[in-house]
């Protein structure tokens, strides 16, 4: 990997989805009479997308896509940033290009013709677990063309959602970022989204790591497990930390870990009154962390931060954060 010769103008510049999430309350039992995958996420084709809002109780459209998210909650606490993602010429994808414009976040990717918005149907049970049912739509259809090479030589990390890498023509985008952020020197963060993902491309996801193209993963244990073929925590880590400069795993309610260069930091849990809503949490914990980790602190201390900006998001509908981020971690940990 190259030296970096100047500067980055972008802390954390991503690719991800870009997705407007639609969520309704519901009981357990519509999830059943709907054969949904409780708690998970799956793929759905514009005529699924249809029928499942049809079946939705009243819903409230917020702007979503994992990296997005993290993007969200970074220049929520001062970060710069910078989204690469494809929306299409209709009201969804001008939504979504508004928000993601108004949180600070630079996004010039041109909106396309032909293929919908991508949207993901939420349905949020009263313990606050969401299921998940996303129309990739026109969001799998980011060409290669569409990067600003330039603009990723300029940050300082490449963050890269799993959930993009379906898709044969954003898969070809990314590998090129991936190169693009190599020959400037620059860090790269993945996170792999969800175990059905890695199911399908784990060993593409090796090969990344093996070959030493991430230098921060992000995933829950249930993903760790995933990648490394076993469900023992406590050897999964032994496994992946040695070939990843900086892992972190995430735990839920027991916390999260991560080990860089033998060092080991763990941390809680933030205690909350209630969860209302599941939705982002990972995405938001990234954040935190990647804030930590582009302004130099320890890892006990990006760590913290992730779960504060975690807790935040679970406390409201919607995977972008409400609160002020920048305070709620100043009254936490200074």
Same mark, same amino acid.
């Given at each position: 990997?190259?030296?970096?010769?100047?500067?980055?103008?972008?802390?954390?510049?991503?690719?991800?989805?870009?997705?407007?999430?639609?969520?309704? +309350?519901? +009981?357990?039992?519509?999830?059943?009479?709907?054969?949904?995958?409780?708690?998970?996420?799956?793929?759905?084709?514009?005529?699924?997308?249809? %029928?499942?809002?049809?079946?939705?109780?009243?819903?409230?459209? =917020? %702007?979503?896509? %994992?990296?997005? +998210?993290?993007?969200?909650?970074?220049?929520?606490?001062?970060?710069?940033? /910078?989204? #690469?993602?494809?929306?299409?010429?209709?009201? $969804?994808?001008?939504?979504?290009?508004?928000?993601?414009?108004?949180?600070?976040? !630079?996004?010039?990717?041109?909106? *396309?013709?032909?293929?919908?918005?991508?949207?993901?149907?939420?349905?949020?049970?009263?313990?606050?677990?969401?299921?998940? +049912?996303?129309?990739?739509?026109? %969001?799998?259809?980011?060409?290669?063309?569409?990067?600003?090479?330039?603009?990723?030589?300029? !940050? !300082?990390?490449?963050?890269?959602?799993?959930?993009?890498?379906?898709?044969?023509?954003?898969?070809? /985008?990314?590998?090129? !970022? #991936?190169?693009?952020?190599?020959?400037?020197?620059?860090? #790269?963060?993945?996170?792999?989204?969800?175990?059905?993902?890695?199911? *399908?491309?784990?060993?593409?996801?090796?090969?990344?790591?093996?070959?030493?193209?991430?230098?921060?993963?992000?995933?829950?244990?249930?993903?760790?497990?995933?990648?490394?073929?076993?469900?023992?925590?406590?050897?999964?880590?032994?496994?992946?930390?040695?070939? =990843?400069?900086?892992?972190?795993?995430?735990?839920?309610?027991?916390?999260?870990?991560?080990?860089?260069?033998?060092?080991?930091?763990?941390?809680?849990?933030?205690? =909350?009154?209630?969860?209302?809503?599941?939705?982002?949490?990972?995405?938001?914990?990234?954040?935190?962390? $990647?804030?930590?980790?582009?302004?130099?602190?320890?890892?006990?201390?990006?760590?913290?931060?992730?779960?504060?900006?975690?807790?935040?998001? #679970?406390?409201?509908?919607?995977?972008?954060?409400?609160?002020?981020?920048? /305070?709620? =971690?100043?009254?936490?940990?200074?």
């Amino acid at each position: 990997m190259a030296e970096p010769t100047v500067p980055p103008a972008f802390d954390v510049i991503a690719i991800g989805n870009a997705i407007i999430d639609v969520i309704a +309350n519901c +009981n357990d039992a519509l999830i059943e009479e709907l054969g949904l995958s409780r708690g998970g996420m799956m793929l759905i084709d514009a005529e699924q997308a249809e %029928s499942l809002y049809a079946a939705m109780g009243p819903a409230r459209e =917020i %702007s979503g896509g %994992s990296a997005a +998210n993290t993007l969200a909650g970074l220049a929520a606490l001062g970060a710069k940033c /910078a989204f #690469i993602g494809q929306v299409a010429e209709d009201q $969804l994808g001008e939504v979504f290009t508004h928000d993601i414009r108004a949180g600070g976040i !630079a996004f010039d990717v041109p909106a *396309r013709a032909g293929v919908p918005t991508a949207r993901c149907l939420i349905f949020v049970t009263p313990d606050g677990q969401r299921t998940m +049912n996303t129309f990739l739509g026109a %969001s799998q259809h980011l060409p290669a063309e569409a990067l600003d090479e330039s603009a990723i030589a300029n !940050a !300082a990390v490449l963050y890269l959602e799993g959930y993009l890498w379906d898709p044969e023509e954003p898969r070809a /985008a990314m590998r090129k !970022a #991936i190169e693009a952020a190599r020959a400037a020197g620059r860090k #790269i963060a993945f996170t792999p989204s969800e175990c059905f993902v890695i199911d *399908r491309h784990r060993a593409d996801f090796l090969d990344l790591i093996e070959t030493g193209k991430i230098d921060v993963l992000f995933c829950n244990e249930h993903e760790m497990a995933a990648l490394v073929g076993h469900d023992d925590f406590e050897k999964g880590v032994a496994q992946l930390a040695p070939q =990843i400069p900086v892992l972190v795993v995430t735990r839920g309610a027991q916390g999260a870990v991560a080990i860089s260069g033998g060092q080991r930091a763990e941390v809680g849990a933030e205690p =909350i009154d209630r969860v209302v809503d599941t939705t982002g949490a990972g995405d938001l914990f990234a954040a935190g962390f $990647l804030f930590g980790h582009v302004r130099g602190k320890s890892l006990e201390e990006s760590l913290q931060y992730g779960a504060i900006c975690a807790c935040e998001i #679970i406390s409201h509908y919607g995977a972008r954060p409400e609160a002020d981020l920048k /305070a709620l =971690i100043s009254e936490r940990v200074g």
